[in-house]
């Protein structure tokens, strides 16, 4: 079974400029999620999609983060535009609905470094 | 607000030896807890779980222990072997199945040889 895959994996910019980050989640994952991981804390959560409609997005910055979860498989994250601050790993994960454990699933995380 | 602590941002132990990482958490609506593993440059991977209706659950060489009184958890690997060196993190939810997960700040555990 694949994993979730994510792209870019690396990607630096300077601030003011904007940065989009894809992600596929496993097949057959209803529920997908973006974390934000900055060096030294603990993944945070971002967004969470079921199938293609927003369940929380109360942490996503919205003056400058969007993301969308077009017909409830791919989803991209948008950071338009980037500060200083948003340099993190920024981890797709999904699950099916009712998992077994209630385990994520995570991609390998695409890093952003802002100057 | 941290609602999900890991005290300890490293551990070192000896190779074949216990190794005990904890957590604390302060929201008493949480009740499933899991531990992740997380290898450079790779995402987190599950590793176990705990449902607030259990203080144990055993896997393997993985055992999470919960105390709900004091609102702690802890994960002992027993016999710790070099591939088990990695960051390691706590995480809580407020129920399973809700897999919005409320993650702590990570423990670096390296077995040394």
């Known amino acids: 079974e694949a994993g979730v895959a994510q792209s870019p994996r690396y990607k630096i910019i300077e601030k003011r400029q904007s940065v989009a980050f894809w992600c596929n989640p496993i097949?057959?994952?209803?529920?997908l999620y973006w974390y934000q991981q900055i060096l030294g804390q603990g993944p945070k959560l971002l967004i969470q999609f079921q199938n293609n409609g927003v369940v929380d997005d109360s942490q996503l910055p919205k003056d400058r983060f969007s993301a969308e979860r077009l017909k409830g498989v791919d989803s991209t994250l948008k950071i338009q535009p980037a500060k200083l601050e948003d340099s993190a790993v920024y981890l797709c994960a999904s699950s099916p609905d009712r998992g077994a454990t209630g385990e994520l699933f995570f991609g390998e995380g695409s890093r952003l470094t802002v100057l | 607000d941290q609602q999900v602590k890991q005290n300890s941002p490293s551990l070192s132990v000896q190779e074949g030896r216990i190794s005990i990482l904890n957590c604390d958490y302060t929201?008493?609506?949480?009740?499933?807890f899991l531990w992740y593993k997380k290898y450079p440059a790779e995402g987190p991977t599950f590793l176990i779980s705990?449902?607030?209706?259990?203080d144990k659950n055993e896997d393997g060489r993985f055992t999470v222990f919960l105390n709900k009184s004091a609102k702690h958890l802890s994960l002992h690997i027993v016999p710790s072997q070099p591939g088990d060196s990695a960051v390691y993190f706590c995480?809580?939810?407020?129920?399973?199945?809700?897999?919005?997960?409320?993650f702590g700040t990570g423990t670096r555990l390296t077995i040394i040889p």
């Open positions: 995480a809580a939810s407020e129920d399973f199945g809700n897999e919005k997960l409320t």
């Open positions: 705990i449902s607030s209706i259990k």
């Open positions: 097949s057959g994952h209803a529920t």
């Open positions: 929201n008493s609506m949480f009740d499933y």
